[in-house]
């Protein structure tokens, strides 16, 4: 997205020809962009100027010379041949790119992708820059642009070639989570099953399973194990996928429930399997969610799932 198509006219800073490579930034505090609209990204993108500009700042212009969003787009701050006001040091030497991310929001596939496009464009003949990728933290002492950022900086994410995304790749990709950590299963209710590993070494709460990062919806193949114990002897347990969208309120609501499958069980322990092919929606998320209808407390001891998904 241009500058042109914000209505903002030609940048006012001064001219410069950086060309010793592209600087990663980021935003000090979370903004959740990767789970919000496009539109959103614009929105934060013009307030962001409003603030550079502003009595509190006071700059020419807004201080970077580009945003890559999580949904894969580019947005253009002060632009090319501008010097800015992004890292003190390298001002007029390298240009800028945000991330607008802050410390807890993903960097996306496709925001990596996003500045791997702007790289290679910035190499080009017209501008020819340097390969090169650093963080704002090379620059100065700051936490800019944050462990996540800085980490894909210095394993040359960002300087590889960008990928194809016109989504016509036919290779599914591959998560894996587990779970070791026991959960309650009280009577009568469903519970979402919260994974704590994942294939990558991640660690923490995962619910959902597909549909964090592929915001734009994905084509599922999900097959689940779990394992209950403490059941009833006869008690029924029961297994599905629920599809979830936002609620408008920051929270998530049911958006879809997928058939259940209700295995035979013969009391104690039990072990069983699912698994469920699906179309997920643009900006819904897929989760496990486990019921068991014996009179007495039951425990997820462990789970595991593996998912297939092609994004579009
Ligand atoms: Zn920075
Ligand atoms: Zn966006």
């Not at 240009?95 to 992708?113: E, H, V």
Request: with cysteine; proline share 5%.
């Amino acid at each position: 997205m241009s500058r042109s198509d914000l209505g903002w006219g030609s940048s006012p800073a001064e001219q410069a020809n950086p060309r010793s490579g592209l600087v990663i930034h980021y935003d000090s505090s979370d903004q959740n962009l990767a789970n919000k609209n496009h539109s959103s990204c614009v929105t934060y993108w013009r307030n962001t100027r409003s603030f550079h500009t502003g009595p509190s700042r006071g700059w020419a212009d807004i201080g970077y010379s580009w945003m890559a969003c999580p949904h894969g787009y580019v947005l253009e701050g002060r632009g090319l041949y501008r010097t800015q006001a992004a890292q003190p040091g390298g001002n007029s030497s390298h240009y800028s790119c945000t991330l607008a991310t802050g410390p807890s929001d993903p960097i996306t596939p496709d925001q990596i992708n996003a500045v791997r496009q702007l790289r290679q464009w910035l190499m080009e003949p017209d501008t020819s820059i340097s390969g090169k990728v650093l963080g704002h933290r090379d620059f100065i002492s700051t936490s800019c642009p944050g462990d996540k950022a800085y980490a894909l900086v210095k394993d040359g994410t960002f300087a590889k070639a960008p990928g194809n995304t016109e989504g016509d790749d036919d290779m599914p990709s591959h998560r894996r989570f587990e779970k070791d950590k026991a959960q309650k299963l009280e009577p009568g209710s469903w519970a979402s099953l919260a994974f704590d590993k994942r294939h990558d070494g991640e660690t923490g709460e995962f619910y959902a399973l597909v549909g964090v990062e592929e915001t734009k919806g994905a084509y599922y193949d999900i097959s689940v194990g779990v394992t209950l114990e403490g059941l009833d002897s006869g008690a029924e347990a029961q297994i599905r996928l629920t599809e979830y969208e936002p609620n408008g309120d920051g929270g998530w609501k049911v958006a879809r429930n997928r058939p259940i499958d209700s295995p035979v069980h013969v009391g104690g322990r039990a072990h069983f399997t699912y698994s469920w092919k699906g179309n997920l929606g643009e900006g819904r998320r897929v989760r496990v969610r486990v019921a068991q209808y014996g009179k007495v407390e039951a425990q997820v001891t462990s789970a595991t799932a593996d998912v297939f998904y092609w994004k579009r």
